[in-house]
C-alpha cells in the first residue's frame, strides 16, 4: 500500500495595520484510505470492500474497469480505477504500461505527439529516463 503522506499548513494570523503578528506552523499526517479501512478484500485486489464501495469501483471484480490493471494497483498508482483511460488519450492504462508510457500522462515523452498519435504514425517509444 501507499506510504502515508504528511503535510505541512502554516497560518499568519495579522494584525490590525496588516502586519504579520503570528506565524504558526502545523504538521498535519495524512494517512491513505487503504491504510485504515480495514476488512474483508472479496475480489482479492488488495482494497477492502468498504473502501471499494466509497470508491464506486465493484468488490466483487478485481478489475472494475477491465483495462487489464487490478484496481488495488490503479489505486497504488493513482490510475483512475473507474476509467479504463485514466489520462483521456484513447489508449487503455494496462496497454500504456505494456508499452512503457505513464497513463496519467497523454504525451509521455513531451515531444509534441500524444501516446496514440505516435501508435499511429508507428514512432511511439517509451519515455527515457534522464
Given at each position: ?35 485504515r479501512i480495514r476488512g474483508p478484500d472479496s475480489d482479492g485486489d488488495r482494497l477492502p470492500d468498504e473502501l471499494e464501495r ?15 490493471l487490478h484496481d488495488g494497483d490503479e489505486f497504488d498508482q ?53
Open positions: 500500500m501507499r506510504a502515508a503522506l504528511a503535510a505541512a499548513i502554516t497560518i499568519i494570523i495579522c494584525g490590525c495595520d496588516g502586519q504579520s503578528s503570528l506565524s504558526v506552523v502545523a504538521s498535519v499526517e495524512l494517512e491513505d484510505s487503504a491504510s466509497s470508491l464506486g469501483t465493484d468488490p466483487s471484480l478485481p478489475d472494475t474497469d477491465g483495462d487489464g493513482g490510475y483512475d480505477p473507474l476509467r479504463t483511460d485514466s489520462d483521456g488519450d484513447g489508449i487503455d492504462d494496462g496497454e500504456e504500461l505494456t508499452r512503457g508510457s505513464d497513463p496519467t500522462r497523454i504525451d509521455s515523452d513531451d515531444d509534441s505527439l500524444t501516446d496514440a498519435e505516435e501508435i499511429a504514425l508507428g514512432t511511439h517509444r517509451p519515455p527515457q529516463p534522464p
